[in-house]
């Protein structure tokens, strides 16, 4: 089949879109879990990360992508995590990070 | 004439002190080290002029002196009453009012073992920097001049996994003024600051880290380094992750400042118990009311100034400390 | 001589659904059972495997030697229960064949004997052995209810919540001795006989109640007693009693090296129903002492588990210090047990995943000796430090197989109950070990050490936890540390106690260069610092909170430094604690000259 070649390609929007997102599931994992809310950001997790510096994996990136209802893909990133549970050591606001991403595989695994 | 008891030298000491002797009461001073002044004994300069340490510190003394304000040293202080504080001696000192100036004790980096201090050479704590440049001498382990400066905010603050949740407050500044500082004795010399938050909340602070941001181009990274390790040569390896861009980050400093927190003195938890003061769960004091009696404690009698009670600068110390002096003095005329 | 009575149809068919439903349970749990452990059962029946189960029966099943360890009353409350009933009916069979020579009795006529053997010659040898029996089953059953109202007499701060299933079957249970005692009495009473307890009762009830009013009595009590027995059949296959059939096949299984796996099998269901519920596990558990967590100790997971109503939340909120299996009577293997119900919740089979490990080694130096320092290692890098100092003074070149980072032991993973994930990650490592050809493994982690030791193959490659290697090395002066003054107090990691049995190795170490001083709880016994990875569900708080408790204890000896073996726990007591907490390895170079 022929196509038109517009001289652009349509892509997914690339904005968090907080008015379309569902945000049922995290609302279920914030329930549980209520202290990733307390995540600050500062990285230590990805940055002692042994998967993470092997692979694109980011586990910071991952749990903020899943906060605001950005699930695609977020269950396979977290099955690259080996639970060595290093993450949870560093984390300065005492995140049980090693809970979250069994949590998040767990609640995601359908996605 | 009444008498008040201070315990501790520090600035908030000697300040309170200063403005009760201006009132007509009679203080004195003990202090546990053997020679007054606090912790800013030995620091160099003060954000966000850069005045030198000394110039606060050496009037203040100068004017203690010349008040003939009576500073007994060596002297701790294990528990206190409204009217008496017992020393570690067993001697008992009484008075009409007792202001507690006792301070903050300086969070130990080697806590932090992940970040390698006192394992490898190195890994300098701010305070280590300080007193480098008092003595005018900064080098790395080797006696070399660093090529590659990092520091790290928030040691021993914001991190429950060493138990102390508060924010310290100064070391943000202090991370941009030494900043400022190598870059002026190294001006060939990279320097990174690794940050989660940047809290500048003073008069000036801002001012001053776009200063250094937009002319000694310091670089600052948001992430917070996990680890350090030694390299072959000497250098220390640090991670982090670069959360801006949302990669890991690795790199080879010749030196890395750890920007070590406030944290409560271990013997507030004594000197509460014996006086029936309120310890609030970070370790500090708290005072009476956090507005309208922030200068007193829950017990009739005993005052607070400065750092006992919450990470301060030396600007707030001062200031509170007079304020201090005021409300004791009302306390006495009744 | 006729042995039936109306009175004995509860008990007949009480006893007939008991061994119905006990052997079609056993029946179905051994057909089950995979061939190899069919092979075993086969080839271990004929040997002398058997002789000692045997003897294991009569003295855990019987006589419940491991609890009087724990406790001489509640020992002697078990096994006045277990050892007197068995004796009741053992010598009640005796006494059967001494009145009527060998010749077939129906069952109730054993166990009624007193009330058809009327008629029948006393023999006052008999009348006092059983009296004397029957005494100490009832010492037995009045301590168990003294047990209900003060259970710290006995030793347990805690006892067991239980179902209502196991109420009723603990009530008939509670009826069958006095009711037993009421009947044989009246029926005494009525007829003379009787030894010190049952005849002494019974002629005071013939002087004091009337005839008419006894032989009603008789007749109600030997109803009772039969339907107490009947009630407590009919509960026991399907209540805590179970235990008392399992734990006889358990014990010979065992001796069969039967085991539990990574993988639930039909041998668990002898395991699972051969939990008394007796509730010893509970107070040693530090989620109840510590945090007040009153669900989830081994004896609520096994209940849960065997009705099929077992939760994720019960499954995964364990620590797995193993404090309860140290202490467990029936020596029920309650971690691995726990671990196959997580690889049935968790397992995920995806055979892609972890395909990043491909040619993935960042490893560095070359030696016999290949040293796994662990992912929590990496972040005490004052253990690396020090163990860089050992290997030079020894003299040994070293393999560092993760200093930049490797993957990880697998041991988390298995924990969590992803174990096919696990696998992978133990093949990956198992090929790095044989590929830079090692022939010892040395590493600090506690963790790392269980998983290499239990679920690699390392066939030729010694594995060693670094204070067994340190050992090594100061046995053979390889290492010649100064002794000084300094006073030390040890913490037994979870996994390097009682997982992997290492308890002397560090203490030998420490004593060569200071002072050991042993805290109030050590060895089998140490608490766990409360970090362990095997749980997921505790928070942060929590953890410092048992942290604290165990480094109070630590504190209390007096001691100027804290050492244990493993970078969790020392990250974990670091954290409660503000004296120096430093690693074996550390304490060790430190005393290098």
């Avoid at chain 2, 490898?120 to 704590?125: A, G, K, Q, R, S």
């Amino acid at each position: 089949m022929a196509t038109i070649d517009f001289g652009y390609t349509i892509s997914k929007p690339r904005a968090i879109d907080l008015d379309r997102n569902n945000l049922r599931k995290s609302d279920e994992i914030l329930r549980e879990m209520p202290e990733l809310q307390a995540c600050i950001g500062c990285g230590s997790c990805t940055a002692v990360c042994t998967a993470g510096s092997l692979t694109t994996f980011n586990f910071r990136k991952v749990h903020t992508l899943v906060r605001r209802g950005e699930y695609q893909g977020a269950y396979e990133e977290m099955n690259k995590c080996m639970l060595c549970g290093k993450c949870r050591l560093v984390c300065p606001r005492g995140i049980n990070t090693r809970g979250v991403a069994l949590l998040i595989k767990r609640k995601l695994g359908d996605f | 004439m009444k008498k008040t008891i201070i315990i501790g030298s520090g600035v908030a000491g000697m300040q309170t002190a200063l403005c009760l002797a201006e009132r007509g009461i009679e203080p004195l001073i003990i202090e546990k080290e053997s020679e007054p002044g606090g912790k800013l004994r030995g620091w160099h300069v003060l954000f966000p002029s850069f005045t030198p340490a000394e110039e606060v510190l050496g009037e203040l003394r100068h004017r203690v002196r010349e008040q003939g304000i009576e500073v007994m040293t060596n002297a701790e202080a294990v528990g206190l009453t409204p009217q008496s504080v017992t020393l570690a001696d067993g001697r008992q000192l009484t008075g009409d009012a007792v202001v507690l100036t006792s301070g903050f004790t300086l969070f130990d980096a080697r806590i932090k073992e992940e970040y390698g201090y006192g394992i490898y050479d190195n890994v300098f704590t701010s305070a280590d920097i300080e007193r480098m440049m008092a003595e005018g001498r900064v080098t790395k382990a080797d006696g070399t001049a660093p090529q590659r400066i990092a520091f790290l905010h928030c040691v021993g603050s914001r991190d429950e996994k060493v138990c102390q949740q508060h924010c310290s407050r100064v070391c943000c500044i202090t991370g941009v003024k030494q900043a400022m500082e190598m870059k002026r004795l190294f001006p060939g010399a990279e320097v990174f600051n690794f940050y989660m938050d940047i809290r500048m909340f003073g008069p000036g602070y801002e001012e001053m880290y776009r200063e250094a941001q937009q002319r000694c181009n310091i670089h600052f990274v948001r992430g917070r380094i996990s680890e350090a390790a030694p390299t072959l040569d000497g250098r220390v390896q640090i991670k982090a992750e670069d959360t801006l861009t949302g990669r890991p980050l690795r790199m080879s400093v010749d030196m890395l400042v750890l920007l070590v927190g406030m944290r409560a003195n271990d013997d507030n938890a004594s000197l509460a118990a014996s006086a029936g003061l309120k310890q609030a769960p970070s370790g500090f004091l708290e005072p009476r009311d956090l507005f309208l009696r922030s200068t007193e404690s829950s017990t009739e009698g005993i005052f607070y100034a400065g750092t006992v009670t919450a990470p301060k600068n030396i600007g707030e110390t001062l200031a509170e400390a007079s304020a201090t002096a005021d409300a004791v003095a009302k306390f006495l005329e009744k | 001589m006729n042995f039936y009575a109306p009175f004995c149809l509860p008990f007949i068919v009480g006893a007939a659904v008991m061994f119905a439903v006990v052997a079609g349970k056993w029946s179905v749990w051994l057909w089950r059972l995979p061939r190899a452990d069919k092979l075993r059962i086969a080839r271990g029946l004929p040997s002398a495997a058997t002789l000692r189960a045997t003897g294991e029966v009569i003295g855990e099943s019987l006589l419940h030697r491991r609890i009087f360890r724990i406790d001489p009353l509640l020992g002697y409350m078990h096994m006045s229960l277990a050892f007197g009933w068995f004796l009741l009916i053992a010598v009640g069979w005796a006494e059967t064949i001494a009145h009527l020579g060998l010749r077939f009795v129906p069952l109730q006529g054993h166990v009624f004997f007193k009330y058809f053997a009327t008629g029948l010659p006393h023999k006052p040898f008999f009348d006092l052995v059983m009296d004397l029996l029957l005494l100490f089953v009832l010492s037995g059953v009045a301590l168990a209810w003294g047990k209900r109202f003060c259970s710290k007499a006995l030793g347990m701060r805690r006892t067991t919540r239980h179902v209502v299933g196991d109420r009723i079957a603990l009530s008939a249970l509670w009826f069958i001795f006095p009711a037993r005692l009421v009947a044989e009495s009246t029926t005494c009473a009525l007829y003379g006989g009787g030894g010190f307890l049952t005849g002494t009762l019974g002629t005071w009830m013939h002087d004091h109640i009337s005839v008419m009013a006894l032989m009603n009595l008789e007749t109600a009590a030997w109803w009772i007693y039969s339907s107490a027995l009947g009630l407590f059949f009919v509960a026991m296959p399907f209540s805590r009693y179970m235990h008392i059939f399992t734990e006889v096949p358990l014990i010979f299984l065992r001796h069969y090296r039967l085991q539990s796996g990574e993988k639930e099998s039909s041998y668990d269901r002898f395991q699972v129903e051969a939990c008394s519920r007796c509730g010893i596990c509970i107070d040693p558990c530090q989620l109840q002492s510590v945090l007040g967590v009153d669900d989830v100790q081994s004896v609520y997971f096994l209940r849960d588990r065997r009705y099929g109503m077992l939760r994720r939340e019960v499954a995964d909120n364990c620590l797995m210090c193993g404090r309860c299996v140290e202490k467990c009577p029936v020596n029920i293997d309650l971690n691995t047990l726990r671990l196959n119900s997580r690889d049935a919740m968790h397992n995920v089979p995806d055979e892609r995943r972890y395909d990043y490990f491909r040619g993935l080694d960042r490893s560095q130096g070359a030696g016999k000796v290949g040293y796994f320092a662990g992912c929590m290692t990496l972040l005490t890098p004052r253990t690396l430090t020090a163990m860089e100092r050992i290997f030079t003074a020894a003299g040994d070149e070293v393999w560092w197989a993760d200093r930049e980072g490797g993957v990880c032991c697998g041991r988390p993973l298995k924990l969590a109950g992803e174990t096919d994930s696990a696998r992978r990650m133990m093949r990956y490592n198992t090929e790095l070990f044989r590929k830079h050809g090692i022939t010892t493994l040395v590493t600090s982690c506690p963790i790392c050490l269980k998983v290499f030791r239990e679920d690699y193959d390392l066939d030729g490659i010694e594995v060693l936890h670094h204070s067994e290697y340190i050992l090594r090395l100061l046995e053979t002066r390889r290492l010649t540390p100064d002794r000084r003054t300094t006073r030390y107090t040890y913490h037994d990691p979870c996994e390097l106690g009682r997982g992997s049995g290492i308890y002397e190795a560090p203490r030998t170490v420490i004593e060569a260069v200071g002072e050991l001083l042993e805290p109030a709880a050590t060895r089998e016994n140490a608490p766990c610092c409360g970090s362990s990875v095997a749980n997921t569900a505790i928070s942060d708080t929590q953890q410092l909170q048992i942290a604290r408790t165990v480094t109070a204890e630590l504190e209390d000896t007096g001691a100027e430094v804290v050492v244990t073996a493993c970078p969790l726990c020392k990250k974990a007591l670091g954290r409660g604690t503000t004296r120096p907490v430093a690693d074996l390895a550390e304490i060790v170079a430190e005393s290098l000259n």
